[in-house]
């Protein structure tokens, strides 16, 4: 624990995006995609298209804001 530690301290950009790296790995393993597809789904696919999910229901909570005023 002492390492892990002394590394995010020392390096704490490089062991975050570590560890993202082993969390995409391991959603690859675990799918049977791949790390480099469990990459692209997540970060060209899923996100983007959450990003512009919330972003019509915001738009819409705010529609629906005015008309009740």
Same mark, same amino acid.
């Given at each position: ?9 020392a ?10 790296v082993?969390?995409l790995q391991? #959603?690859g393993d675990?799918?049977?995609i791949g ?5 692209i789904? #997540?970060f060209?696919v ?11 229901l915001w738009?819409?909570a705010c529609?629906?804001a #005015?008309?009740?005023?």
């Amino acid at each position: 624990m002492d390492t892990r530690m002394s590394a995010l301290v020392a390096d704490p950009v490089s062991t975050v995006f570590d560890a993202c790296v082993r969390v995409l790995q391991l #959603i690859g393993d675990f799918t049977g995609i791949g790390y480099e597809l469990a990459n692209i789904m #997540i970060f060209v696919v899923l996100h983007p298209a959450l990003t512009v999910w919330l972003f019509v229901l915001w738009r819409r909570a705010c529609t629906r804001a #005015i008309k009740s005023e």
